[in-house]
C-alpha cells in the first residue's frame, strides 16, 4: 500500500488502486492506512475482494459445481478488463490506446471507423477516443448528453472490434 500512495503522490489528479491477491494479509494492509491519518493523507484506493464460503467444503459458491469453475473464473477476467478499460476510457483518456490495445486492435477498429483502405497509414488514437469508438461498435449512441461508454456496449463492441482485426488479417494474406 505504501508503494501506492507513493505513486499516487507522483501522478496527482490520477487515481491509484492497490489489489491484493488471495494470499494478501488485509490486516497489516488495515494498520498501515489506518496508521496514515486524513483521507488527503491517503491518496491511494485499496481494494478489497472477498470470497463467501470458503471453509465450507460441501458446498461451492453459489451453488455451481466445481466444473462450472474455469468457466467462472473466465467470466470474471473479462468482466475485469471490461471494467477496467472503462475506468481508464474516463480516467485517463489521454493515454495513447497501445497502453491498453495490441496494435491490431486499435488499427481495426480505426480502420472500420474511419473507412481506411490502408490501417497501416492511420496514426493512434487516445485510449479515450478509441474507447468512445469501440462503445459505438457496441451500440452507444454517443449523444450530447449521453452518459460515457459502460461495459455492455464496450463489451459488444471489442467482440466486433476483434472480428474486424481477423477480417483485415485475413484480407492482408489474401492479397
Known sequence: M????ELARKLPGKEVF???DLEGDIYE???ECAGLGQEEDRPAHLLVRANLNRLVDSLSPCG???ADEPALACNMIVAWRLQYLVHMGRKCPELPASSVFAEEEWRAALAIDRRAADPQKLAEPSLGELIR???RFGGHLGRKNDAPPGAQCVWTG???VRDFAIAIE???KDS
Open 2 to 5: 505504501r508503494h501506492a500512495h
Open 18 to 20: 492497490s489489489v491484493g
Open 29 to 31: 494492509v488495515l494498520q
Open 64 to 66: 455451481k459445481s466445481e
Open 133 to 135: 469508438i469501440i462503445a
Open 158 to 160: 471489442l467482440a466486433r
Open 170 to 172: 485475413v484480407c492482408r
